[in-house]
């Protein structure tokens, strides 16, 4: 039986039933989320990866746009990774024209950063917040975070790999909400998830 929290995976587009499967195993009672109602029942989610130009326009079309806005101003608990940190973004460079976030984390992120070469890399990066041995972390057609605005903090920086990408911001956090450029899930790291379930 599952008694920990309930925790929505936002599921309009991406690999969410990967982050499902995190926080299942983790003992959260985890949730796909595609609509409002479903939005409602939930303490904190999850928005996994994908293609953030489309994860915006089927959040529109589902009418989950301005629940999901009021339920990341009330504070709930929100993680975001790649295209999820893409829509957590205040402001994103190399977006569509009319592509829209949900903002929330006072970042500006650069979609598709690493270009055609380095599409897909994995590296390890220290991440202070947690201490112990470094984060496994994939990258795959990831975002970048140009600019940490005061009220961000970066928890994570590249360090050596990929070439010449020392020192960019890769994972962030403001109140309630995080963010990675990379995903934790494929590597089998929790560390994330479970912050995000300590906040709850
Ligand atoms: N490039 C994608 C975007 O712009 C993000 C890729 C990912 O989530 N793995 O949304």
Redesign the pocket.
Known sequence: MVTGPRVGVLALQ??FREHLAVLAGLGADAVPVRRERELDLVAGLVI????????DKLSRAFGLRDPLRARIAAGMPVYG????L?MLADRVLDALPDQQTLGGLDVTVR??AFGNQLDSFETDLAVPLFGGPPVHAA?????VVEAVGPAAEALATLDGAPEGASGRVVAVRQGNLLGTAF?PEITGDTRFHEHLLSLL
């Open positions: 991406g690999d996994p990866g994908g293609e953030s130009t489309v994860m990774t790649c295209a999820g893409i979609r598709n990258f795959i057609r990831a975002p995903h």
